[in-house]
């Protein structure tokens, strides 16, 4: 079972616990849930507006190129294969 879940954030939340920081991964890339590992430095060159899935070598491809839109040039209308 597997479902794509979107994360808008780029990086970590800073949160204050006692006399310690703590960041939380909140981009959805670290390994090391519910800490930041610093994975989320692979969405630094993301551009505006596209939605993007990463495999789990952390490889970006544009959710776009998997699940053509009705305007995208890629789309293929069901039943025209
Ligand atoms: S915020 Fe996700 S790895 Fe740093």
Redesign the pocket.
């Known amino acids: 079972m597997s479902r794509i879940i979107r994360h808008d ?1 780029t ?2 939340a800073l949160i204050e616990i006692g006399d310690k920081v703590v ?1 939380v ?6 390994r090391n849930k519910p800490f ?5 430095r692979a969405t630094k060159d993301e551009s505006p507006g596209v939605v993007y899935a990463y495999d789990a070598e952390q490889k970006r491809v544009s959710v776009d190129d998997l699940f053509p839109s009705p305007g995208s040039k890629r789309f293929a209308p069901p039943g025209s294969h």
């Open positions: 954030a990086g970590p960041a991964c909140q981009c959805g890339l670290s930041c590992d610093g994975s989320h």
